[in-house]
């Protein structure tokens, strides 16, 4: 089990970058599938992209691709996602949520955006807003 916290979300206008920090403490020792997931009110928590703490193995949802990567720092105990070109539908609570790994790292970030309700380790979200 790990507890989360992140950190990073701001107002910014479209084109800007900005950088999400998730801070994970707990069962560090174990391997872990850590992600961030986005929602908004009214719809479904959305994956973004996940990263293995075992090996590093990394995987972006469709969304994103290529103006977003995620990386982890295993000495700070912490998981980043640097988005950049950032748009207005980028807009939302940016989560991350961790669950152990147990399969792929794509198989592990569709399980966390669908089992989210009931499975995972989650945050306490933080409100990333894209506006002129």
């Known amino acids: 089990q790990l507890h989360l916290m992140e950190s990073g979300g701001a107002l910014v206008q479209p084109g800007d970058s900005l950088r999400l920090a998730c801070e994970f403490s707990?069962?560090?020792?174990?391997?872990?599938?850590i992600g961030w997931f986005r929602q908004v009110p009214g719809r479904e928590r959305q994956e973004v992209s996940c990263?293995?703490?075992?090996?590093?193995?990394?995987y972006y949802g469709n969304v994103v691709k290529g103006r977003f990567t995620i990386s982890r720092d295993n000495a700070r105990n912490t998981v980043y996602l640097q988005m950049n070109s950032l748009k207005p539908e980028d807009t939302g609570v940016y989560y991350c949520?961790?669950?152990?790994?147990?399969?792929?790292?794509?198989?592990?970030?569709?399980?966390?955006?669908?089992?989210?309700?009931?499975?995972?380790?989650w945050g306490q979200g933080t409100q990333v807003r894209v506006s002129s």
């Open positions: 990263i293995s703490t075992r090996d590093g193995e990394i």
């Open positions: 707990g069962s560090t020792s174990d391997a872990y599938a």
């Open positions: 949520g961790a669950a152990p790994l147990t399969l792929g790292i794509e198989a592990m970030c569709a399980f966390l955006e669908h089992q989210y309700e009931d499975f995972g380790s």
